[in-house]
């Protein structure tokens, strides 16, 4: 998508990642990256994800995206263990680019201390910091 | 403190065309424009693009030894070029390193003109003047006389005949034409497997060509894609494939090399070819997902200079330094990409071809 945009709904960790909580689930969450990081990264042409089952810990790294020019860590936003991943992105990972917070989506965790939402920033406290 | 970055003629333009701008071996370059790598790359490969490579320099060496001198400090045969004619070569030191890769052109009787890389202009404009004894040749840094555009594309060539005096010259030849009113050279010769022309032309005239082909249709095209676009076809690129710790033989040049000549270094060009080199530069395309990357080493020796996502072809291609009983088509490679094993399979160069036998 060609204009930056932060949807008001997610939760930002400072590397530039987003979590959305599952309302129905409070304690499963999708994770991905946000229009600031796929705009700075430039067109991703490969997506490295981590495998179902392994954990995931909130500031570290737990997947690879690449663009043509470079290689860039994915930083967990929380902590758990990973429920699925966008196999889809393993064919094509222009989604990335084109959909940030929809068909890019990266991971969705089961979390270990879903208390951890609290350390996160929102919209308007993201857009701040960049 | 930054440096301040040297601009070239068509600085505005790239920023007025929403270019990403990048630090290029000091020279403040547009990496892409904003339709993408991926669109620019493709522009090339089917239509036509536009690179500004006005960072490139050039070395105008004229006078009754002006062949003689080149003879001495380049690779390849210079008495082959005919009047009007482009040739690639190596510039080698006395131990038959490689200083830079090149293409000259003879402009005249005993005027060539020779085109550096951006980041070696300096070195090679300097090593050539300190090699000039017991010839009368003159030598002379001539690249603030020229801004450089290179059209590239199936239909690059078409483009650029419309807005010039008279046709344009065939493949490997260079001729004065002029195009959109202006004095050019127009050298038909390029870095991306396609056909195209570069047209080197006073620096004040460039905005206007350039303006000029990019409403014709023309993609203006960054770094980015030049070197997806060079990678694909295994056209090697100084400072990542060759350096001076690598001799022509060992990175695949051999054949811009004819130590006949006498040119320095060709002693140790020479030993190489007859005895084989310990490493062989390879094309490589990764069998499985991934991306190898310059500097990631190869199991069993040897390391990753190139490497990139292949547009045309959707896999990870690259180049690679190998033991030489490994650097045979068909080879499988294992890879070490920040500790994870991608396998590769040495592939036969260029590592992109158009599909012609349809």
Same mark, same amino acid.
């Given at each position: ?5 932060? #949807? ?14 599952? #309302?129905?689930? #409070? ?104 | ?358």
């Amino acid at each position: 998508m060609a204009e930056a945009s932060y #949807p008001d709904e997610l939760l930002y960790h400072a590397e530039h990642d987003w979590a959305r909580l599952d #309302p129905a689930q #409070p304690d499963v969450a999708t994770f991905g990256i946000t229009w600031f990081a796929q705009d700075a990264l430039g067109e991703v042409v490969f997506f490295d994800p981590p495998e179902v089952g392994s954990s995931v810990a909130a500031g570290e790294v737990y997947a690879e995206v690449e663009s043509v020019k470079a290689v860039s860590d994915v930083v967990a936003p929380l902590s758990g263990e990973i429920v699925e991943v966008n196999t889809a992105l393993a064919d094509a990972a222009d989604p990335i680019n084109e959909d940030p917070y929809g068909d890019g989506w990266m991971v969705r965790v089961k979390l270990s201390d879903p208390g951890e939402a609290e350390s996160l920033m929102d919209r308007d406290a993201y857009m701040a910091s960049l | 403190m930054t440096p301040m970055l040297k601009r070239t003629p068509l600085f505005e333009a790239h920023v007025a065309a929403g270019a990403k701008l990048v630090d290029f071996t000091g020279w403040e370059m547009p990496i892409q424009y904003t339709h993408g790598i991926r669109a620019e790359h493709e522009a090339v490969r089917t239509r036509a693009g536009v690179f500004d490579v006005s960072h490139m320099g050039q070395v105008q060496s004229s006078g009754p030894d002006a062949e003689a001198f080149l003879q001495h400090v380049l690779s390849n045969d210079v008495a082959n070029i005919a009047v009007g004619g482009a040739q690639y070569s190596m510039l080698c030191n006395e131990a038959g390193g490689l200083l830079d890769d090149l293409f000259t052109y003879r402009l005249g009787a005993d005027r060539y003109l020779t085109v550096t890389n951006a980041a070696n202009h300096e070195n090679d404009y300097a090593w050539m003047r300190d090699h000039t004894a017991g010839c009368d040749v003159q030598v002379e840094d001539v690249a603030g006389d020229y801004a450089m555009l290179a059209a590239q594309g199936p239909f690059a060539r078409e483009i650029v005949e419309q807005i010039a005096d008279s046709p344009l010259p065939p493949r490997m030849q260079a001729a004065r034409r002029i195009i959109l009113g202006r004095e050019t050279l127009v050298c038909a010769t390029g870095y991306t497997g396609e056909d195209g022309v570069e047209l080197l032309l006073a620096p004040h005239d460039a905005t206007a060509v350039w303006e000029e082909l990019v409403r014709r249709g023309v993609a203006p095209c960054g770094l980015a894609a030049r070197d997806t676009l060079r990678l694909e076809v295994c056209y090697p690129l100084y400072g990542n494939d060759l350096s001076s710790d690598r001799n022509p033989i060992e990175a695949g040049l051999g054949w811009a090399c004819k130590e006949a000549t006498g040119f320095i270094g060709s002693d140790v060009v020479r030993r190489a070819r007859e005895e084989g080199t310990a490493q062989k530069l390879v094309a490589f395309k990764l069998t499985g997902p991934g991306i190898a990357r310059q500097g990631n080493p190869v199991v069993g020796g040897g390391e990753v200079t190139s490497g990139t996502m292949s547009p045309s072809l959707g896999v990870g291609i690259g180049m690679a330094y190998v033991p030489a009983a490994r650097a045979t088509v068909g080879e499988t490679l294992e890879i070490d990409v920040r500790g994870k094993m991608r396998t590769a399979v040495v592939s036969r160069k260029p590592l992109y071809t158009k599909e012609t036998d349809g």
